[in-house]
T-cell receptor, first 112, second 114 residues
Framework: GQQLNQSPQSMFIQEGEDVSMNCTSS?????WLWYKQDPGEGPVLLIA?????ELTSNGRLTAQFGITRKDSFLNISASIPSDVGIYFC????????????FGQGTRLTINP | DTGVSQDPRHKITKRGQNVTFRCDPI?????LYWYRQTLGQGPEFLTY????????KSRLLSDRFSAERPKGSFSTLEIQRTEQGDSAMYLC????????????FGPGTRLLVL
């Protein structure tokens, strides 16, 4: 089963507000990834983090790889309507298949 | 550069029927993954191919499930004797060789078993 705890499960915000969500794990990952998924579509990669402590930005999105390698957060600044969707964190280990382990997702709803 | 494609996008079937899904990865990506996603959950790993070799399978992949990747290009996932519990989104992802390469997902095949 899934090993990542993602919070919050849902967020209801006003357009223009900043958003923060995070992901924790009981075990270490070598890579943290953040994906966004729209209804009926596959996850789309937003940000990839490869080193503990790394802080990476992609436009209005900023994500950090926790120093313990067991957590990560994603911030979205100045939210806009197209940010609506479900955000997933995913951890990847360096061994074996390097499969992704996902969190349960954060559903973001924006009131215009 | 075309992304990962999956076919069909939607499938409705009756319990007990067999279904087959296809995934075409990004060209030259030698690694291919299948995941299953149920409502309200994140995707869960099913199986992994490196070229044509199936190198890892999850406990979720019961003996009714079989996956192939002939010639190391497209892949198929077959479910035999479908059950209502098989209803889910089936996602395919591919990635290139290299330690820091990430996985890119297709649009998924949504299966509904009646």
């Amino acid at each position: 089963g899934q090993q990542l705890n993602q919070s919050p499960q849902s967020m209801f915000i006003q357009e223009g507000e900043d958003v923060s969500m995070n992901c924790t794990s009981s075990s270490i990952f070598n890579t943290w990834l953040w994906y966004k998924q729209d209804p009926g579509e596959g996850p789309v990669l937003l940000i990839a983090l490869y080193k503990a402590g790394e802080l990476t930005s992609n436009g209005r999105l900023t994500a950090q790889f926790g120093i313990t390698r067991k957590d990560s957060f994603l911030n979205i600044s100045a939210s806009i309507p197209s940010d609506v969707g479900i955000y997933f964190c995913a951890g990847q280990r360096i061994q074996g298949a390097q499969k992704l382990v996902f969190g349960q997702g954060t559903r973001l709803t924006i009131n215009p | 550069d075309t992304g990962v494609s999956q076919d069909p996008r939607h499938k409705i079937t009756k319990r007990g029927q067999n279904v087959t899904f296809r995934c075409d990865p990004i060209s030259e990506h030698n690694r291919l993954y299948w995941y299953r996603q149920t409502l309200g959950q994140g995707p869960e790993f099913l199986t992994y191919f490196q070229n044509e070799a199936q190198l890892e399978k999850s406990r979720l992949l019961s003996d009714r499930f079989s996956a192939e990747r002939p010639k190391g290009s497209f892949s198929t996932l077959e479910i035999q004797r479908t059950e209502q519990g098989d209803s889910a989104m089936y996602l395919c992802a591919s990635r290139d060789w290299g330690g820091q390469e990430t996985q890119y997902f297709g649009p998924g095949t949504r299966l509904l078993v009646l």
